[in-house]
């Protein structure tokens, strides 16, 4: 079977990452599956966006901010100002916009769930499902059943059991399989540096599926594969076509 390819914050980190046009790109690219990272605003709206700041991902259009701090937080940002962001002219994505253009256009999609602060981990889970839950009954059924939802903060997937969930660890620690039967996960997302053959085979030997970030090598993806690695993320477009 054909690993699976999903281009990383839509289209590849940097240029146009956690946009619609990204994720336009990356469809275009011949793509079926995007990630991309949600945050919560100061007022509690779930928004596409990395980073804990502003600033690399996204600039103040507003000439009246143009005096304040580039590095100003997300979270003290409300849904409204955020529209005074762009990212090289493209606007920042609410959870709903990005659950719309993913649903029209057949992309399967990784959702990040990105707390700012542990203090609001669970009201990020909370007001992902909300939006999820907005959607007609169809649609609900199709995200839950294609759809993947992870992230490094616990408290962020809770409220969202029953979706098909992965706990997302950098290297793997030892408790690991705890936290992953505790939340019912079905998936095991590692940075590829911790992506080695007797991390894989401790999460295979559980029957957990492992994706693995951000693989921008050829090579790597190759070998990733032969051990087992089923779905791999990238920010190389090019590498949508490519199959072992």
């Known amino acids: ?11 590849g980190k940097g240029a146009l990452e956690n946009t619609l046009k990204g994720f336009e790109i990356a469809l ?18 779930p928004m596409i966006h990395h980073d804990w700041v502003m600033g690399r991902c996204a600039q103040s259009t507003d000439p009246a901010m143009a005096g ?16 005074h962001f762009d990212v090289k002219g493209e606007p ?18 990784n959702v990040e769930l990105k707390a700012t602060h542990p203090a609001n ?24 059943q294609h759809w993947v939802f992870s992230s490094f903060y616990h408290a962020s997937l ?16 030892d408790n690991w399989v705890l936290h992953a039967d505790a939340l019912q996960v079905s998936a095991i997302h590692l940075h590829y540096s911790g992506a080695d053959p007797t991390a894989l085979r401790r ?31 990238t920010d190389r477009m090019d590498f949508a076509s490519h199959s072992f």
Request: some cysteine; overall charge positive; hydrophobic content about 50%.
């Open 1 to 11: 079977m054909a690993i699976q390819w999903w281009a990383h914050r839509g289209s």
């Open 92 to 109: 920042l994505p609410s959870l709903a916009e990005a659950l719309a253009f993913c649903l029209q256009h057949g992309l399967q999609a």
């Open 121 to 144: 981990a669970r009201a990020l889970g909370c007001a992902v499902r909300a939006a999820i839950e907005q959607l007609p009954a169809g649609q609900q059924n199709h995200v839950q």
């Open 158 to 173: 809770l409220p969202l059991k029953g979706f098909d969930l992965a706990l997302l660890y950098e290297q793997l620690p």
């Open 28 to 45: 275009n690219a011949g793509f079926r599956a995007v990630e991309f990272d949600v945050m919560l605003t100061a007022d509690g709206v």
């Open 203 to 233: 999460i295979h030997t559980t029957g957990r599926v492992v994706r693995v970030y951000t693989v921008n090598d050829l090579e790597r993806a190759k070998m990733l594969q032969a051990l087992g690695v089923k779905g791999l993320f």
């Open 68 to 83: 304040t701090d580039p590095l100003t937080p997300f979270n003290s940002l409300r849904a409204r100002d955020l529209r």
